[in-house]
Each structure stands twice: as C-alpha cells, then as structure tokens.
C-alpha cells in the first residue's frame, strides 16, 4: 500500500471515530453515567476551577471537543491525500506529525478508554507509522 493510501486509511478511521464519538455524544446516551445519580450530582456540581458550568456541561464539551479534534484531524490528512498526494508523501514532518498525533491518541486510548477506539486508533496509528516508516527507507 502506499504512503498516501495509508494516511488516507488511518485518517479515514480517526475522522470516523470522530464522528461516531460527536454522534453519540449529542443523540445518544451512550456516555451517560449508567447510575442516574452520577448524572444528577454532575449537574449539579462545579468544577473548583469555575462555578460558570458544571460536570455535566463541562463532560459534553470535553466529548465533543474531543470528537471536533478527531475529525478535523482525519478531515485535513484526508484532504491532502486526495487532492495534495505529491505533497503528502514527500513531507515527512506531516507524515512524523500524523504518527505522533496517533501514538498520544493511542496512549491515551491505552490508558482510558476501551476496546472499540483503542482498536481503531490502534489500527490508525500503525497506517500512519508505516507511511512515515516508508518515506524514511
């Protein structure tokens, strides 16, 4: 496979992850605590850093920044590979900075999220190595 159609695949996987993530986060209650009174203090509790906002406020912007971040990311690499493919593969500061952004998603999905993104970011983050791994040999 080459450089691009890897970046292209592993920013295809973040942009969709992405987007499922700010899906369920506005028209699901997937990420809804599963005890309804965990729900019910965040709501009515404020981080110490401000009283303008609360847990729950602060959760819902917290998962849907989160999921904005995915997809622009995914949204940019994608574009390169489509309509800058020469660019894209003779960059190895966007080819390393695409592995970089997948190994910190990575650890982060390693250490606190579970089986579905972490597979999927999994999956991405090798594309994304590969192609850098290429472009260096």
């Known amino acids: ?6 970046v292209a695949l592993g920013a295809g996987i973040f942009a969709a992850l992405g987007t499922l993530h700010l ?14 009174a965990v729900k019910d203090a965040m709501q009515a509790t404020s981080p110490r850093i ?5 847990m729950w406020k602060a959760w819902v912007g917290f998962n849907a920044s989160h999921s904005l ?4 990311f995914g949204a940019v690499y994608l574009t390169l590979a489509v309509q800058h493919p020469e660019v894209l593969a ?3 500061p966007l080819l390393l900075i695409a592995g970089a952004t997948g190994l910190a998603f990575l650890a982060l999905a390693v250490r606190y ?4 993104p972490l597979i999927g970011i999994a999956l991405a983050t090798l594309c994304f190595l590969v192609a850098s791994a290429r472009a260096f040999i």
């Open 1 to 6: 496979m080459s450089i691009v159609a890897l």
């Open 23 to 36: 899906l369920y986060t506005f028209f699901t209650p997937k990420f809804d605590p599963r005890d309804a």
């Open 50 to 54: 401000t009283r303008a906002t609360t």
């Open 69 to 72: 971040g995915a997809m622009v």
């Open 90 to 92: 003779a960059s190895k």
């Open 113 to 116: 999220w579970f089986r579905i």
